[in-house]
T-cell receptor, first 112, second 115 residues
Framework: EDQVTQSPEALRLQEGESSSLNCSYTVSGLRGLFWYRQDPGKGPEFLFTLYSAGEEKEKERLKATLTKKESFLHITAPKPEDSATYLC?????????????FGTGTRLTIIP | DAGVIQSPRHEVTEMGQEVTLRCKPISGHNSLFWYRQTMMRGLELLIY????????DSGMPEDRFSAKMPNASFSTLKIQPSEPRDSAVYFC?????????????FGSGTQLSVL
């Protein structure tokens, strides 16, 4: 069974203080690893897809990286508007498998 | 584009009552997912459809839960009878099969409270 574990559960940072969120996964043949952002009272919003170890993607202050066992979401010089819950999800290989398995998320708070 | 539309946004009901949640996917999307989110278990996939056909319903917790997709623009998730442990946020999501980055678009969710 596919499993995703995110750490820490919650993280409080001062504005401008860089850090990383971790996503460890166990999956039978990774087809894709996804990062989403979720604001209170809203549905998750897509950030990145990573497909193979060594791949990196960036968007503004966020950079996602992938190894064979985990992914990191690096946040550089965060601002208060980066406060949200960040979710990681994996999709296993196999023709026709569309299922995404999510972790429980990291709740990030950026203090001005 | 209006995005994925879910209704109602909030539902409060009493134990034993029937609950129906509704979803309109993004026009043109042909894959639809129902997820349930709780603090303890996070986002759990209940069921998904490809081209209106249920593909995997292994996440549906019990026979009390049922989902239908009568056409490409509408889906329902029904709970009958409802129980307090069904209280959660239920999300619908859709995407286009074969998209390069395969991203899911989520609705705003239905907050269900069963008293």
């Amino acid at each position: 069974e596919d499993q995703v574990t995110q750490s820490p559960e919650a993280l409080r940072l001062q504005e401008g203080e860089s850090s990383s969120l971790n996503c460890s996964y166990t999956v039978s043949g990774l087809r894709g690893l996804f990062w989403y952002r979720q604001d209170p009272g809203k549905g998750p919003e897509f950030l990145f897809t990573l497909y193979s170890a060594g791949e990196e993607k960036e968007k503004e202050r966020l950079k996602a990286t992938l190894t064979k066992k985990e992914s990191f979401l690096h946040i550089t010089a965060p601002k208060p508007e980066d406060s949200a819950t960040y979710l990681c999800a994996v999709q296993a290989g196999g023709f026709g498998n569309e299922k995404l398995t999510f972790g429980t998320g990291t709740r990030l708070t950026i203090i001005p | 584009d209006a995005g994925v539309i879910q209704s109602p946004r909030h539902e409060v009901t009493e134990m034993g009552q029937e609950v129906t949640l509704r979803c309109k996917p993004i026009s043109g999307h042909n894959s639809l997912f129902w997820y349930r989110q709780t603090m303890m278990r996070g986002l759990e996939l209940l069921i998904y459809f490809n081209n209106n056909v249920p593909i995997d319903d292994s996440g549906m917790p019990e026979d009390r839960f049922s989902a239908k997709m009568p056409n490409a623009s509408f889906s329902t998730l029904k709970i009958q009878p409802s129980e307090p442990r069904d209280s959660a946020v239920y999300f619908c999501a859709s995407r286009l099969l074969g998209q390069p980055n395969e991203k899911l678009f989520f609705g705003s969710g239905t907050q269900l409270s069963v008293l």
